[in-house]
């Protein structure tokens, strides 16, 4: 009862500050909330969705979005399908013109091609800007030779330590394992008699495509190495030679950027094209080196340090950066560890005895029982089946005791929408005990001896242990719009911005992809702008969630008095759903896969009306629905 007491207490106290937090900045009409005093650039070498970039450019937008005093800019270059100095002299000269060198607080660099732009157009206007520079490469050259040679000679190379002489600039290199992928592809293929490796003419290709040729000639020299480069191929030829490979042949795949378009008529990049060129393989497994399309079954295997390392690390030299420690002062940064990473179903595919299989290795899709998992970790295995032993007990316990309670209070709460509302806040209050119980267990298993397995375990209990606070905080904001206790901040907002912003989480975060239709007007809303942002995200994740087909499309239009803004998608609603979907009581219980609680689309409802609108559902043809917001129009933007 005491533990009760203190939380709600500290919640009290917690929500006080927030609130006055969000009533400075509503004193000072918002200008607080836009006024960045640290700026990031992020260049990035490639197209907007390439995956290896696109993971780093999150987990950047994700640390910075902690403090609001750092804003996050990313500008992709494409510096691979236009490979030549000049343009990369004119995107420099561009950068420095749109961004002032004494306010870019950090400057991170995406790939080798971003870091010979910068060191060779922008180093000197810009040498004393914190800069971070990731890429494979092992060393570097000049952008002239970049964009002209068709190899790579000793006299081109400049080592990564000189290349950052006289740059306030630290260098993370995350290289490409590649004696140790070919040495794990002979393994599973003992009979093999040809190395055919697939690479292309970026920087990092010549560099793979020089090693791979020196370790074939020092160490297997009775292998026949196959050069596929699309220096001498085109896509639609290397098919065709992947497709007619002769007998006992191992693939490797590094890169394959091509301007000539596939039958998708895109362009392919490496992270596209590896599924389109692996489906030309007829009898081979092809291994990468680097973290795409292992996990999927697209390749079989390779070994490279994880995105999730590289991220890590990435993060770990930032800090020091905003502890005031300068790059240039910091030594270089090479992940020199790699695992082994192996898709099991790929390989029982193409018929690998699992004799053969390295004991070492970690596995996607592979069926483990808990004998199997403990076997050879019999010390840690016992310990950490005993912690989890505990955490299913208590999670047990403590679910029975709230579907007691559960019960008991759905039958006081039914009788009136007060009771609705002291049920919702009761049910919030009461998964305290159980999420505190939960992060203890996990405590327990992060200080016990697990094996990778269990750990994966352990990480698949945190996240539902996340996906539980997130309910929790739904069921806390429910419980107080019933009682009418959100303390809301009205004031301007402006609607298209606010939906933009809405895209750029979504579409880093989330991957949900929707589009926008305005009516060319701005609009200004009374509104709290965290929770008129929280209801359009919650329509716009529901309407992906629950659609058949096709994307969600989001528009918004002003009348005399109100808003609207249309979050439309195609889906089997029926017209009961028009109502049971905005009751906690009736709605419909999304399943636990998909991350979704039943609660958004009721506080969304709470939400609008204590801001003096409403979201419907409504059908507006056929398959055709869709969530409708409607908010009080402001004419005035400055009231």
């Known amino acids: 009862m005491k533990r009760y ?27 607080t909330s836009v006024r960045q005093e640290n700026k990031v650039l992020v260049l990035s070498s490639y197209y907007q969705g ?17 403090d609001r005093k750092w804003s996050v800019e990313v500008d992709y270059l494409d510096l691979v399908a236009n490979r030549d100095s000049s343009f990369m002299h004119h995107e420099a000269e561009r950068l420095m013109a749109e961004h002032d060198a004494n306010r870019k607080n950090i400057v991170i660099l995406l790939g080798e091609e971003a870091w010979i732009m910068y060191r060779t157009y922008m180093s000197e206007e810009w040498k004393n800007v914190p800069c971070v520079a990731l890429f494979s490469g092992t060393y570097t050259i000049s952008a002239s030779d970049y964009s002209s040679c068709h190899e790579i000679t000793d006299n081109m190379k400049i080592s990564l330590e000189d290349s950052r002489k006289g740059i306030n600039a630290t260098l993370i290199n995350d290289p490409y394992f590649v004696e140790p992928t070919i040495e794990l592809a002979l393994s599973l293929r003992p009979q093999t008699q040809h190395l055919a490796l697939v690479s292309d003419t970026w920087q990092i290709g010549f560099m793979v495509r020089e090693k791979t040729k020196r370790i074939v000639k020092e160490k297997y020299p ?26 006992h042949t191992a693939v490797i795949f ?16 490496p992270d596209n094209a590896m599924r389109y060129i692996a489906s030309s393989l007829t009898g081979d497994v092809v291994f990468g080196l680097y973290d795409v399309g292992i996990r999927d079954g697209v390749l079989a295997g390779g070994v ?18 905003e502890n005031g420690v300068q790059p240039k002062d910091m030594p270089l940064v090479k992940l020199d560890n790699a695992n082994t990473y192996l898709n099991y179903q790929t390989l029982k595919k193409y018929g690998i005895p699992e004799n053969l299989y390295p004991k070492n290795a970690i596995y996607f899709g592979k069926p483990i029982s808990f004998f199997e998992r403990n076997e050879k970790y019999i010390l840690g295995g016992v310990c950490a089946l005993i912690a989890i032993v505990i955490l299913i007990s208590v999670v047990a316990f403590f679910e029975r005791k709230l579907k007691r309670q559960a019960k008991m209070l759905l039958l006081v709460s039914r009788e009136n929408e007060k009771g609705k509302s002291n049920f919702i806040t009761n049910m919030g209050y009461l998964m305290r005990s159980p999420l505190n119980a939960i992060q203890m267990s996990i405590d327990m298993l992060d200080k016990s001896n697990m094996n990778d397995n269990d750990k994966e375990l352990l990480s698949f209990i945190n996240q539902n242990k996340s996906m539980l606070l997130n309910i929790f905080n739904d069921i806390i904001d429910l419980g107080k719009a019933g009682e009418n206790d959100l303390n809301l901040s009205l004031t301007s907002v402006d609607v298209e911005p606010a939906i933009m912003n809405i895209k750029e989480a979504l579409g880093s975060v989330s ?10 007007n701005a609009h200004f809303v009374k509104a709290d702008p965290k929770r008129f942002s929280q209801v359009v995200n919650y329509a716009i994740v529901n309407a992906d969630y629950y659609k058949m087909t096709g994307k969600v499309a989001v528009k918004f239009w002003g009348n005399q008095n109100e808003v609207v803004v249309q979050v439309g998608c195609i889906a089997n609603f029926t017209e009961k759903d028009t109502e049971d979907l905005f009751d906690v009581f009736n709605n419909r219980t999304n399943p636990a896969n998909s991350g979704r609680s039943n609660l958004e689309l009721p506080l969304c409802r709470k939400l609008m009306q204590a801001m003096g609108g409403n979201i419907t559902l409504e059908r507006l043809a056929d398959d055709q629905w869709a969530f409708v917001i409607k908010a009080t129009l402001i004419h005035d933007a400055n009231v």
Do not use: C
Request: proline letters at 2%; glycine letters at 6%.
């Open 5 to 31: 007491i203190m939380n709600k207490k500290l919640l009290l106290l917690i929500i006080i500050a927030v609130m006055a937090k969000l009533n400075v900045l509503a004193a000072d009409g918002g200008k």
């Open 50 to 66: 390439y995956s290896w970039a696109g993971a780093l450019e999150s987990s950047i937008v994700s640390h910075f979005s902690v």
């Open 222 to 247: 009775s292998l026949d190495l196959i050069d596929l480069n699309n220096r001498e191929l085109t896509t639609a030829q290397l098919k065709t030679r992947l497709a007619t490979l002769p007998k």
């Open 254 to 269: 590094d890169s394959w950027f091509s301007q000539s378009k596939n039958t998708a008529n895109r362009a392919l990049y």
């Open 304 to 321: 490279y340090p994880t995105t999730e390392e590289l991220q890590s690390t990435l993060i770990n030299v930032l800090m020091k950066i």
């Open 511 to 520: 991957g949900i992809q929707f589009t926008i239709e305005g009516d060319g």
